[in-house]
């Protein structure tokens, strides 16, 4: 099995994963500043570089669902192919719904997002302290539970090219190859 993912598909992957890196140190790291201007900087470049990922996952939700990925090799067990399609699947949903749940917060809560403080996004939700809580809740366990995620796929890449030895790595890498599908 040859067919590798297209040079868009690897670009959003890629810059995706940069994005969601880098998000999950800043959450992590700014929440525990004690409360200064800086701190809440941060909390606007969270916000602000949040809503950024919101509107590329979307895209790329849109784009992957008008794109067919390389098909798995017919020679890997039926349930590593469910386990591998439920694993994206999953990383998708959570995609979206990171940055979907800090919004919503931030909404709840009555801190309206100024895209780079020029562009105001509107709050989707009422201020509602107690929602705002649990939206809170539920932005923190959703990124705890992509961690978990996000563990098991990096160690499914591994493990296919450094113990299977096949090309579900490669063929995700930028360079040598024909870009098929
Ligand atoms: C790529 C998307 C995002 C990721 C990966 C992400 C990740 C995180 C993480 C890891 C934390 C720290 C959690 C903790 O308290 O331990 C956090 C906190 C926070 N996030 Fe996000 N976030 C994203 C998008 C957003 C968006 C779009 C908003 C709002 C528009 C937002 C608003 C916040 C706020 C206000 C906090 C601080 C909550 C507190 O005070 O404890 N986040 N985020
Ligand atoms: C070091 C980090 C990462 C590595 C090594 C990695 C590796 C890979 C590889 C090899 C594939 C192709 C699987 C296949 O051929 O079936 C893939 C697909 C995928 N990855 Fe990652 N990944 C990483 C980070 C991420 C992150 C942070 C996200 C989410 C933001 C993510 C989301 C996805 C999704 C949704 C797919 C499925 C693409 C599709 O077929 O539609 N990956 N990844």
Not at 33 to 51: A, E, Q, R, T
Not at 77 to 101: E, K, T, V
Not at 162 to 172: A, E, N, P
Request: glycine residues 8%; without cysteine; positive net charge.
């Amino acid at each position: 099995m040859k067919a590798r993912y297209t040079k868009t598909a690897k670009g959003l992957h890629w810059l995706m994963a940069v994005l969601f890196f880098g998000m999950l140190g800043l959450g992590f790291y700014m929440q525990g500043l004690p409360l200064s201007p800086d701190k809440l900087k941060l909390y606007s470049w969270h916000k602000w570089v949040g809503v950024t990922v919101f509107l590329l996952a979307l895209f790329r939700i849109a784009w992957r669902v008008t794109h067919q990925p390389p098909a798995l090799s017919s020679s890997m067990p039926r349930l590593m192919q469910i386990a591998a399609h439920a694993g994206h699947h999953m990383l998708y949903m959570l995609m979206f719904l990171i940055p979907l749940s800090g919004w919503l917060m931030s909404s709840a809560k009555g801190f309206q997002t100024v895209w780079f403080g020029v562009l105001p996004i509107p709050d989707l939700l009422e201020k509602d302290k107690m929602l705002g809580e649990l939206l809170q809740t539920v932005h923190v366990s959703l990124n705890y539970l992509f961690i978990a995620v996000l563990v098991a796929h990096i160690g499914a890449a591994l493990k296919h090219h450094f113990i299977d030895k096949d090309d579900i790595l490669t063929r995700m890498l930028p360079g040598s190859g024909k870009d098929k599908s």
